[in-house]
């Protein structure tokens, strides 16, 4: 049995090494995460449509906004009442609470304007724009896995451009519908000419809101002439804002609520083993690793154990102690030694507690004890001629040792503030 769980764990590292080596020589494909960070280089980053819109308004400085919509309000409500702004909010699901969508829509209505990439709009912004978007195609190609080329155009006018911009990746299938016409602008469309980029006019401001984020992402503008389309989006927006923001904060906290759409799109929930299922040879690694644990444990499911001794429960030895050495003390009936002891005990406690230097016993030391410790100086006098009494004779009786020993206790619980019986031994 033991030489052939050998054989079994040392076939196990064999294939263990040979897929290590496959992984090594194998391509590591960059990630194919949709963060559309302003720094990510990745292919779904915005590194170049940032940079593309710092240099159309190169006049402009780009303030990056990290925080949550209604503070951001807060903070540029009196510029925004007064001077145009444009911000720019870029990410793969868009979630608001309702402070947010409230700041949101006031900053709108104030007179400013607001351009949306999202492939997830919260349904309560959608009500406020009175649409609705229809991404049951594009979840379903992505969920399987439907790759090909695709394309989206402009609309320019009542007409579609004829130019087309594309790439390879999962299709643009994400589009509006049921929206109010009379105060929505088409401006884009997908490849089924789909309306999937529209102005929405709300108050004194606008709303441009684009269901394709992944067509402003480094892939996509890298890709043929599609910096032209990027160009194009650019030029619907009105011209000379004051301020320009660029949102980095909904990129981070954009959790995607649970709903009838997450139940169906697979690939936005995230799993533990998603890396491994992803590779097939780390599969296959996982899956023999698992099984040689699951054999090691056929195995050994006998368990084996050497006999536990009983330890005896440990005894407490300070009781035992104590009386040794008080039989010890009472044996050699030297009183004597005892209360020299309690004395120079008695000291190192005046010295620790007080930081009096207790080496001579004469009045200023009474005063000055007297003082810090709140016991009347007659009592703490007393004390002193009772310890100078018994420091000076070669025998002390019983009562004598009994009685110093009492009141050098009743002194140091009246200083600490303790209740103590005080008794007289005669």
Known sequence: MKIFLTYCIVFLACITVMLSCNLQNQRKLPSLEETYRRTDKLPFGAYVAYNKIQSIFKDYGINVVKRP??????????????????????????????????????YVSAGNDIFISADYVDNKLLESLFC?????????????????????????????????????????????????????????????????????????????????PRIFSNYFLLSGNNYQYFENVISYLRLDPQRIYWDEYYKYNSSFKKNNERQKNDEDEFSSLSVVKQ???????????????????????KRKQRVIENIKPNTNATVAFTETVGRLYFQHQDNRHVADNII???????????????????????????????????????????????????????????????KIEYFKNQSDGRKFSRRKFV
């Open 69 to 106: 919509f209604d503070a951001t309000w807060n903070n540029i409500r009196a510029s925004s009442l007064t001077n145009y702004s444009l911000y720019f909010l870029i990410t793969k699901n868009l979630v608001l609470n309702d402070e947010e969508l409230a700041a949101l829509l006031n």
């Open 132 to 212: 609705k978007i229809d991404r049951a195609g594009e979840i379903e190609n992505e969920v399987h896995g439907k790759m090909r080329d695709t394309h989206v155009s402009m609309f320019f006018g009542n007409k579609i451009n004829a130019a087309e911009y594309g790439y390879y990746y999962f299709p643009f299938l994400n589009h509006f519908k049921n929206y109010e016409q009379d105060f929505t602008r088409v401006l884009g469309v997908n490849e089924m000419k789909e309306p999937n980029y529209a102005l929405f006019f709300l108050g004194k401001g606008r709303v441009y809101l684009n269901v394709a």
């Open 279 to 301: 590779n097939p040879a780390l599969m296959w690694a996982f899956s023999i690793g698992l099984s040689g644990i699951l054999l090691y444990v056929l195995f050994n499911i």
């Open 344 to 406: 120079t005990y008695f000291y190192e406690y005046i010295r620790n507690r007080y930081f009096i230097n207790s080496t001579n016993s004469n009045s200023e030391l009474i005063d000055l004890l007297s003082g810090k410790s709140g016991i009347s100086k007659s009592e703490t006098d007393e004390l002193f001629k009772m310890i100078q009494n018994i420091q000076q004779r070669d025998y002390i009786s019983d009562e004598e040792l009994l009685e110093l020993n009492l």
